[in-house]
């Protein structure tokens, strides 16, 4: 059983059109978060949900909308997409929001391609 | 603002070997770090997790040390095997206990 899973696993679009990632989680963990990993292989958090409620928000363009409708899922709208958002999209979660004890467990990615 | 780096040539060694990757960050000695492991198309993986009031970590080959003086984590593989080919991440948190900055990760080739 995958314990996080994304859809779609490749997302290929256009410049200005609105897309969606979905996560879910099937571990029981409170904490959910998105990281982009861009062309130098470095990830970046956006945002962090614990119990459904936001709790990091990078500086992020405000056309990323990230969802929670329950503690299991976290979905990340994007509007309007830039040709800059192309990269690779990981979801992953922790069992608490404190990481000294609680690692992040990840999705495979959501790779995006913006033409 | 904390910094990671992570030597960006990949790694070469020889199977049986044993492979030594280096973390080192910038500013304030953190209060624990992590060490994942991520194979291409797929998300990161969890390894081990060392505190500053550590100076050592082992889960079967593998072993990590938090220098607070050099600002630096070490990340050894003893008895390589091609299967440990892949690209090893360090992390460690910056801002808050919830927030995981990452370096961008040294890649291991291990041959046979």
């Known amino acids: 059983d995958t314990a996080v899973s994304q859809t779609p696993k490749y997302l290929v679009t256009q410049m200005g059109n609105d897309k969606s990632i979905k996560c879910e989680q099937n571990l029981g963990h409170d904490t959910m978060y998105w990281y982009k990993q861009d062309s130098k292989k470095f990830l970046k958090i956006m945002f962090s949900y614990n119990n459904k409620e936001l709790i990091i928000n990078e500086t992020v363009p405000n056309r990323f909308s990230p969802k929670s409708p329950d503690k299991a899922h976290l979905n990340l709208h994007i509007n309007s997409l830039e040709l800059g958002d192309s990269a690779v999209y990981f979801c992953?979660?922790?069992?608490?929001?404190?990481?000294?004890?609680?690692?992040?467990?990840f999705g495979n990615g959501t790779r995006l391609t913006v033409t | 603002s904390q910094k990671i780096e992570q030597n960006s040539e990949a790694l070469n060694i020889q199977e049986g070997k044993t492979a030594t990757l280096t973390c080192n960050y910038t500013?304030?000695?953190?209060?624990?770090l992590q060490w994942y492991r991520q194979d291409p198309g797929r998300g990161p993986v969890f390894l081990l997790l060392i505190r500053e009031n550590e100076k050592e970590k082992r889960k079967e080959r593998l072993k990590v040390t938090f220098d607070t003086t050099l600002k630096q984590s070490l990340f050894h593989i003893t008895a390589s095997q091609p299967a440990d080919s892949a690209t090893y991440l360090c992390?460690?948190?910056?801002?808050?206990?919830?927030?995981?900055?990452f370096g961008a990760g040294t890649r291991l080739a291990v041959h046979p």
């Open positions: 992953a979660s922790s069992q608490e929001w404190q990481l000294d004890n609680s690692p992040l467990h």
């Open positions: 500013n304030y000695s953190p209060a624990y």
């Open positions: 992390a460690l948190p910056s801002g808050g206990y919830n927030k995981l900055i």
